[in-house]
């Protein structure tokens, strides 16, 4: 069973920056990607950035240029790194986990909020 812990939320003003980390804990896994999904009020869960176990990484067209995802293969940790933080950043923010098999664990999220 693979556990995800995601921190780092919180309130930000415009402009602002935030680093949300995800640490991945159990036994027998093996990683395809990592990665961080967000959901806002109304709306549908939507990717924001993954990161490949080799470090190769893709971003939302939003988020480009303001976000950086990163990743340390020891700790089984992720980063989302962001920056330039805009109003309709407002979301939860969800860790994801893809083993090798195609199977998806997800973390309980935590919430960004772009606010002054």
């Known amino acids: 069973q693979v556990q995800l812990v995601e921190s780092g939320g919180g309130l930000v003003q415009p402009g602002g920056s935030l680093r949300l980390s995800c640490a991945a804990s159990g036994s027998g896994f093996s990683i395809n990607f990592m990665g961080w999904y967000r959901q806002a009020p109304g709306k549908q869960r939507e990717l924001v950035a993954r990161i490949t176990s080799d470090g190769s990484s893709m971003y939302a067209d939003s988020v480009k240029g303001r976000f950086t995802i990163s990743r340390d293969n020891a700790k089984n940790t992720v980063y989302l790194r962001m920056n330039s933080l805009k109003p309709e950043d407002t979301a939860v923010y969800f860790c994801?986990?893809?083993?090798?098999?195609?199977?998806?664990?997800w973390g309980l999220g935590t919430q960004v909020t772009v606010s002054s």
């Open positions: 994801t986990l893809r083993n090798i098999y195609g199977y998806d664990y």
